[in-house]
């Protein structure tokens, strides 16, 4: 059993920046590939980004590419979505996502998500 948690969701301007975390309970997160999604209002979630176990492995969606930076540290059982240049319509809310198997979590279908965190961006 995994246990997720987004945090570092805010309002921000467009043009700026925000990091997001999302904490992880267990002693196994090291085995565990993780990604990012987002929903906005009226829209169906859409993947963002994710990072394979080891973090040597990196994908992001085309709206992501250039700006948004996943990362994870496995000591602190944390990975991070780094959001630079942000434009309006990176509002949503943001969910961390984690499976065993990398092809499960960039498809959607990941077994443990958290909560969400509220990202605004205004013009």
């Known amino acids: 059993q995994v246990q997720l948690v987004e945090s570092g969701g805010g309002l921000v301007q467009a043009g700026g920046s925000l990091r997001l975390s999302c904490a992880a309970s267990g002693r196994t997160f090291s085995s565990y590939a993780m990604g990012w999604f987002r929903q906005a209002p009226g829209k169906e979630r859409e993947f963002v980004a994710a990072?394979?176990?080891?973090?040597?492995?990196?994908y992001y969606a085309d709206s992501g590419k250039g700006r948004f930076t996943i990362s994870r540290d496995n000591a602190k059982n944390t990975v991070y979505l780094q959001m630079n240049s942000l434009k309006t319509e990176d509002t949503a809310v943001y969910y961390c996502?984690?499976?065993?198997?990398?092809?499960?979590?960039?498809?959607?279908?990941?077994?443990?998500w958290g909560q969400g965190t509220h990202v605004t961006v205004s013009s």
């Open positions: 990072i394979s176990w080891s973090g040597s492995f990196t």
């Open positions: 996502a984690a499976d065993t198997l990398g092809t499960t979590v960039r498809a959607g279908g990941a077994t443990y």
